[in-house]
Nanobody, 126 residues
């Protein structure tokens, strides 16, 4: 059974950091395009970061220089390190998986991936 379970969300003040984790089961994340997208109330879902099966990564312009995506294949877990958080980063963060090549492993495609977790809430206060 394919499953993604996010954790690590919480409430922080602006300028703080959080690390999100996404534990996968039922498949090997190293063979997939993995990523994070987020959704804030009243806003569209936004792809945040991706890591392809060849380990190449990409992040959205809105988080560039602040967020880093990584994975531990041995633990079958995906991570998102979020630094210098601001109030615009508030939202529910979801991890997603897609069986696509590096060419199509883009933040803009993440929201279309059918395999996704239940989400973890991140709240940043000023």
């Amino acid at each position: 059974q394919v499953q993604l379970v996010e954790s690590g969300g919480g409430s922080v003040q602006a300028g703080g950091s959080l690390r999100l984790s996404c534990a996968a089961s039922g498949f090997a994340i190293g063979s997939y395009c993995m990523g994070w997208f987020r959704q804030a109330p009243g806003r569209e879902r936004e792809g945040v970061a991706v890591i392809a099966s060849d380990s190449s990564t990409s992040v959205a312009d809105s988080v560039k220089g602040r967020f880093t995506i990584s994975r531990d294949n041995a633990k079958n877990t995906l991570y998102l390190q979020m630094n210098s958080l601001n109030v615009e980063d508030t939202g529910t963060y979801y991890c997603a998986a897609g069986r696509v090549s590096s060419t199509y492993c883009r933040v803009g495609y993440l929201v279309a991936f059918a395999t996704r977790g239940q989400g973890t809430q991140v709240t940043v206060s000023s």
